[in-house]
């Protein structure tokens, strides 16, 4: 499997923006990570194999993670944006595609595929 991404860009605080990642296959585990420049990447939003999802604390129920299995794709919808936001988005697969549960959360080092990355920036 391996993921491509789309969307991100600039805005304006309070603006919004969806990002979107595509796969080349099934998507069991998946979630969307940040980094922003000189911090560790970090977890922004999970969904398991049965549909349950996570999100980091700073999110605040600002973003919503989704995926469309039969679009093999993935999105995180950003709305109300804060210049803190500012940061290369990635999103992540586990990598399996024959089904079983899972349930990984925001754990960085259960997610093996990963996009290419796509620059999100919110001015203030």
């Known amino acids: 499997v391996y993921l491509v991404q789309s969307g991100g860009g600039s805005v304006e605080a309070g603006g919004s923006l969806k990002l979107s990642c595509a796969a080349s296959?099934?998507?069991?585990?998946v979630a969307w990570f940040r980094q922003a420049p000189g911090k560790e990447r970090e977890g922004v939003a999970s969904?398991?194999?049965?549909?349950?999802?996570r999100y980091g604390d700073f999110v605040k129920g600002r973003f919503t993670i989704s995926k469309d299995d039969a679009k093999k794709s993935l999105y995180l919808q950003m709305n109300n944006l804060e210049p803190e936001d500012t940061a290369v988005y990635y999103c992540?697969?586990?990598?399996?595609?024959?089904?079983?549960?899972?349930?990984?959360?925001?754990?960085?080092?259960?997610?093996?595929?990963w996009g290419q990355g796509t620059q999100v920036t919110v001015s203030s």
């Open positions: 992540a697969a586990d990598g399996v595609i024959h089904g079983g549960y899972c349930d990984f959360g925001l754990a960085r080092s259960k997610y093996y595929v």
């Open positions: 296959g099934p998507l069991r585990c």
């Open positions: 969904i398991n194999s049965l549909g349950g999802t």
